[in-house]
């Protein structure tokens, strides 16, 4: 049984640029969470897609979106990068139903 | 609502004491509570949760929380600190929001074991 894996671990990119960070959920998980975590907090919650369709969002600009996929991996697209965007970037995926959530080891993104 | 507040962003205990970290929380409705610990340049690893069960919860690597409705707190507590116990500590809320489990985690309390 594989884990939540993330890719890449680090980028950088450049302030009005545009990121992808992908997601493989744990084996049988059909619920993938995204989470921004800044330096020095907690993570904040930026959406949750389950069997493909988001179903919960935080507090985040329309330039955040996601997607997921068949195979339940999801992706993070944030469009217009900002410098405030640095961040540890979060998947966590789950099983509909059960409340335990496994996270990924995170994409660091720095935006100069 | 929820919310969960953190006391202290920073601890230090010296090597075999008592590890005490501290959570209060609110929710509008029963909720789930979790305690995550994060090394540097990983992820959250989940060291336990409350799931209205017991109130005195057992997790892994010698933590265990107490759930006190009354307080409205899920203190995290360790008996003997260990150095491999360095690292940052979460406290979690989960509660039923339209649809989904709503996840809040509180800021974060970085614990420094002292040889």
């Known amino acids: 049984e594989t884990g939540v894996t993330q890719s890449p671990t680090h980028l950088i990119k450049t302030r009005g640029q545009q990121v992808t960070l992908r997601c493989s959920s744990q084996?049988?998980?059909?619920?993938v969470s995204w989470y921004q975590q800044a330096l020095g907090q907690g993570p904040q919650f930026i959406f949750q897609?389950?069997?493909?369709?988001?179903?919960g969002r935080g507090n985040f600009p329309p330039r955040f979106s996601g997607l997921q996929f068949p195979n339940y991996s999801s992706e993070l697209n944030v469009n217009a990068l900002e410098l405030d965007d640095s961040a540890l970037y979060l998947c966590?995926?789950?099983?509909?139903?059960?409340?335990?959530?496994?996270f990924g080891q995170g994409t660091r993104l720095t935006v100069v | 609502a929820q919310s969960v507040t953190q006391l202290g962003s920073h601890v230090s205990v010296s090597e075999g004491a008592l590890v005490l970290l501290r959570c209060n929380y609110s929710?509008?409705?029963?909720?789930?509570l979790f305690w995550y610990v994060q090394y540097p340049n990983q992820g959250l690893q989940l060291l336990l949760k409350?799931?209205?069960?017991?109130?005195l919860v057992k997790g892994i690597n010698g933590f265990e929380a107490e759930f006190k409705k009354s307080e409205t707190s899920f203190h995290l507590t360790k008996p003997s600190a260990h150095m491999s116990d360095a690292a940052e500590y979460f406290c979690?809320?989960?509660?039923?929001?339209?649809?989904?489990?709503?996840?809040?985690f509180g800021t974060g309390t970085k614990l420094q074991v002292i040889p």
């Open positions: 897609y389950y069997r493909e369709e988001e179903n």
């Open positions: 966590a995926s789950s099983l509909s139903g059960q409340i335990e959530a496994f």
């Open positions: 929710s509008s409705v029963p909720p789930y």
């Open positions: 409350y799931t209205s069960a017991a109130t």
């Open positions: 084996s049988g998980h059909n619920t």
């Open positions: 979690a809320v989960s509660a039923p929001a339209g649809g989904y489990q709503k996840v809040t």
